[in-house]
């Protein structure tokens, strides 16, 4: 179900799906109450928020599965799931989906580097064959269940190879099953321009920041035949300098009285989490209970 909503999302020609990352559950959470339509669990994420590791192949499926459980339990807002190079055999890519569709997850997406991968902007990137690629995407058709469920093809190839290279991988990963794909550190619009005329489904963009990607606007990239833009870190990577601000100045001034104004309050952080809801059922169980009926409320 929530791989038909994301396909109806994306099938929008106004305007490019904005995807957002989100890193827990409570980042799903405040990236629903604020209006956003499509959530993202990145490698990267997982690898830095959960395990306080780069992203360099050190997390495990079982990692990643769990912080996407804990997403889709607390959001119902479709959520793409990065699964890097599928954790290894073509029968881990089939678990990998298996897993993913238990989940509620709604898409992910598969990239052609080797497994010992690479973050998509850094140098040093090395690609398996393209027969290899198709493979794994045939491999991760296969497993699915849920027709619905979306599978989506990633390519380096642009920085490992070149662009041509980069076209044929892409044709060939559609030809062999995948719904979506996502060229990786494009660096011009004219590079989305000349996938989107080849192409036959719909195309992301990753709007990373400090990466080799211009931060294209949406009118940019709509133009261009974009049909996703993908914000995989924003929050992540705000919150982040948020915090450092926070330990830095406390250990300093002894008192956090002078940050006040940039944090969240306790009435704010309630109502994301419909608290007092909550705290009302239980008030209610607790009395019945005292009253000697246990029936749940």
């Known amino acids: 179900m929530r791989g038909r909503?994301?396909?109806?999302?994306?099938?929008?020609?106004?305007?490019?799906l904005s995807i957002f990352g989100t890193v827990n559950a409570y980042s799903s959470v405040l990236a629903k109450n604020n209006g956003v339509k499509s959530i993202y669990l990145s490698g990267s994420g997982v690898a830095a928020a959960s395990f306080g590791l780069p992203d360099l192949g050190f997390t495990k499926l079982e990692d990643v599965v769990e912080d996407a459980r804990r997403i889709t339990s607390a959001c119902d807002l479709p959520l793409l799931v990065d699964v890097d190079t599928g954790f290894g055999s073509l029968n881990s890519i089939q678990k990998t989906v298996k897993m993913m569709e238990k989940e509620n997850v709604a898409a992910i997406h598969i990239e052609d580097q080797v497994d010992l991968k690479r973050c998509g902007h850094r140098p040093n990137k090395k690609l398996v064959?393209?027969?290899?690629?198709?493979?794994?995407?045939?491999?991760?058709?296969?497993?699915?269940?849920?027709?619905?469920?979306?599978?989506?093809?990633?390519?380096?190839?642009?920085?490992?190879?070149?662009?041509?290279?980069?076209?044929?991988?892409?044709?060939?990963?559609i030809e062999v099953g995948a719904d979506m794909i996502f060229p990786e550190a494009l660096v011009s619009l004219d590079g989305y321009k000349k996938i989107a005329q080849e192409s036959s489904v719909p195309i992301l963009a990753n709007i990373t920041e400090f990466g080799k990607t211009p931060l294209f606007t949406e009118e940019q990239l709509h133009s261009a035949g974009v049909d996703m833009m993908l914000f995989p870190l924003s929050a992540f990577r705000a919150a982040s300098r948020a915090?450092?601000?926070?330990?830095?100045?406390?250990?300093?001034?002894?008192?956090?009285?002078?940050?006040?104004?940039?944090?969240?309050?306790?009435?704010?952080?309630?109502?994301?989490?419909?608290y007092l809801n909550f705290e009302k059922n239980l008030d209610t169980y607790l009395e019945n209970k005292e009253n000697g009926n246990d029936k749940e409320t």
Do not use: C, H, W
């Open 243 to 274: 915090s450092q601000k926070v330990y830095e100045t406390i250990s300093k001034e002894g008192t956090q009285e002078s940050l006040l104004d940039i944090m969240q309050t306790r009435d704010e952080l309630y109502e994301s989490l419909d």
């Open 129 to 173: 064959s393209i027969t290899e690629m198709q493979d794994r995407i045939k491999a991760a058709v296969d497993a699915r269940i849920d027709d619905d469920f979306v599978i989506m093809a990633r390519s380096d190839a642009l920085a490992v190879e070149n662009e041509e290279m980069l076209l044929e991988r892409i044709n060939s990963y």
């Open 5 to 16: 909503l994301f396909r109806q999302l994306v099938e929008n020609d106004k305007e490019p």
